[in-house]
């Protein structure tokens, strides 16, 4: 993807292509679509009788990809979340589909916002939510949550070993009103050393509870199956142990059950060159299965 045209470099794009085995004329849904990135890449491999369906609870996401994809006309945009992807498909009079790719991880336009609160290195306010018409934000979890669920909290989804410290010393500094107020008591919490590593724990944790992450991608391994025609394949891509557990898992039990055939044995990782290109890949792990029954 050449420089400007896309707020996000997607990530081991020849893998995906690889692994979802594309049908010119087959229908595939990129569940995360994001800004487009692997979707493009979807359509150019299909002709006008294939169909790609995208799905993202980032509206912005969904603008920017009306206009950045509107050359192609075998795409339908959906402002949801994935785990209804029964609901999305029903609306397009589809049953099921070819292929799915389900991309996990955050969008470098979501991590450089000025505004949404995904980055600890960029001072704005606490929001951290996807999907903007949403509610609850990362402030509320912040300032309204006990000091032991903050605790809880950050250790669930980041097994942070200070966080019952970072917890008591974000109750003491309420109310935190802004990314660098946060990143202010986990410095009061943490010695140098490894302390960007802590940043991006915690961060990741409130990110994590603030959109349910972890339910909604359960609520989704135990649905999927139903939407994926027999031989059609799905590409999972996490960026986060706690995700790649989950999937790892159901993907196991489903094979188990004779319903599908898993085709990574282990995670793949990117390559060495496209870490050296894309620093935000380093952390990836992708899985793939094929559906036999």
């Known amino acids: 993807m050449r420089s400007g045209i896309n707020p996000h470099i997607p990530i081991m794009v020849k893998e995906v292509i690889q692994y979802l085995q594309i049908s010119k004329n087959g229908t595939y849904i990129d569940c995360t679509i994001g800004y487009g990135g692997h979707a493009r890449h979807i359509l150019e491999r299909l002709s006008l009788d294939g169909k790609l369906i995208g799905i993202d609870k980032d509206e912005k996401a969904i603008k920017y990809c009306k206009k950045s994809l509107s050359a192609y006309n075998n795409i339908q945009l959906f402002h949801n979340s994935y785990h209804k992807i029964k609901d999305v498909l029903s609306i397009s009079k589809i049953q099921k589909v070819d292929g799915m790719l389900l991309d996990l991880g955050l969008s470098s336009a ?3 916002s000025k505004s949404r609160g995904f980055s600890y290195k960029i001072d704005s306010e606490l929001d951290m939510r996807f999907d903007l018409s949403q509610k609850f934000k990362a402030y509320d979890l912040l300032n309204i949550k006990s000091k032991k669920d903050i605790a809880d909290i950050i250790f669930k989804y980041s097994n942070e070993r200070r966080s019952r410290s970072i917890a008591n010393n974000i109750f003491k500094m ?6 660098f107020e946060l990143v202010e008591a986990i410095r009061k919490s943490t010695p140098p050393r490894n302390r960007y590593k802590t940043l991006a724990r915690v961060f990741q ?9 972890l339910n909604i991608l359960e609520n989704f391994l135990s649905e999927f199956c139903n939407q994926l025609s027999v031989g059609g394949r ?25 319903k599908i055939k898993i085709l990574t ?4 990782s990117p390559s060495q060159e496209e870490n050296d290109l894309n620093k935000r890949s ?4 992708l899985r793939a299965a094929e559906r036999i029954s």
């Open 110 to 112: 979501q991590l450089d």
């Open 265 to 268: 044995k282990r995670p793949m």
């Open 205 to 213: 944790a409130i990110r994590i509870l603030v959109n349910n992450e």
């Open 282 to 285: 380093r952390s990836a792990k």
């Open 234 to 258: 799905i590409v999972f891509i996490s960026f986060h142990s706690l995700e790649d557990r989950i999937v790892k898992h159901a993907l196991k039990d489903l094979s188990f059950k004779k």
């Open 174 to 179: 309420r109310p935190i009103k802004n990314v």
